[in-house]
């Protein structure tokens, strides 16, 4: 299909790497202050079709950040997934959208994560990313886990975020020392653990921390390092770079170059599919807490 949109993408990358990129099918999780600006770049981009993954509606504090947003869309009423794939067809209608109006960590998320070729982390829960790890790895699926921060406290206050690609058992958010795991197993324990350390601890920062500052420039340029690194690997570019941090109150961007730890078990998995067993997390009804 000759698309003249496109046309100054295919100046820059060719008709080749347009073509790779138009075959690429991506998933979203999380169609919020990021996964919004991702869906509008992926959009722009040219890929070949968007599986839309979120479980919740929008509310009236989103307004402030969520691209595509519109100031009469219905508070209560309006799902996330909606807002994703009029997005979308508001640049290109032909772009198929599948939608899950549910959390990723069941049947219909898992599906339609397997059935992408690359997967958006837009999420802000630990836990919900360590599943991601694990299913991405045990379907070999390339995995983009997108994050901003905004911690108001300091004086002057720290604001950035982080994009880690991982991808062919050679990196991943455990082996990179990304990951939070005590705050990933808090998020993944059950009510009468989580009852019991709260009586005894009391309420992690953690978890009253998701409903925080968030600002729609941070979030901006957070999804667009996670969707030119994207646009790098397909078409051929070059390879990504494991993991860019960005640190808005300094203004710079880093790039590490430390090397993964060896024998990560999340990369031992890579494309083993079934046998993993990452199903588990449906059964044992994760997907509950987990949006
Ligand atoms: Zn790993």
């Known amino acids: 299909m000759n698309n003249e949109r496109l046309n100054r993408n295919e100046m820059f990358f060719g008709r080749d790497g347009q073509d790779r990129i138009r075959r690429t099918t991506c998933a979203v999780v999380g169609v919020g202050g ?14 070949g079709g968007l599986n839309l993954i979120d479980s919740e509606e929008i509310d009236t504090t989103n307004r402030n950040r ?113 990951l939070d795991m005590d705050e990933a197993a808090r998020d993944l324990e059950g009510e009468a653990e989580r009852r019991n350390r709260e009586a005894i601890y009391g309420v992690p920062r953690a978890a009253v921390g998701r409903s925080g500052p968030s600002v729609v420039s941070i979030n ?26 960005y640190y808005g109150h300094s203004g710079k961007v880093t790039v590490s170059v430390d090397a993964p730890r060896k024998n990560c078990w999340y990369c031992s998995l890579w494309d083993q599919g079934a046998k993993v067993d990452v199903e588990r997390y449906i059964r044992d009804g994760i997907g509950k807490a987990i949006r």
């Open 220 to 245: 901006g340029m957070m999804a667009s390092i996670a969707v030119t690194e994207f646009m790098a690997v397909v078409t051929g570019l070059r390879q990504p770079k494991a993991i860019s941090t």
């Open 66 to 178: 969520y691209v595509g947003l519109r100031h009469d869309d219905p508070v209560p009423g309006f799902r996330k997934v909606d807002l994703g794939e009029r997005l979308a067809h508001s640049i290109d209608p032909t772009i198929p959208v599948q939608k899950v109006f549910d959390s990723f960590v069941s049947e219909a998320g898992f599906f339609a994560i397997r059935s992408a070729d690359w997967v958006f982390g837009c999420l802000d829960c630990e836990g919900a990313r360590l599943i991601l790890t694990e299913l991405c790895s045990a379907y070999g699926r390339p995995y983009t886990d997108v994050a901003s921060d905004i911690n108001p406290q300091p004086t002057p206050p720290a604001y950035g975020g982080r994009v880690c690609v991982s991808q062919c058992g050679n990196g991943c958010l455990v082996c990179l020392n990304v």
């Open 34 to 47: 990021l996964g919004t600006q991702v869906v509008q770049q992926l959009s722009l981009l040219g890929v």
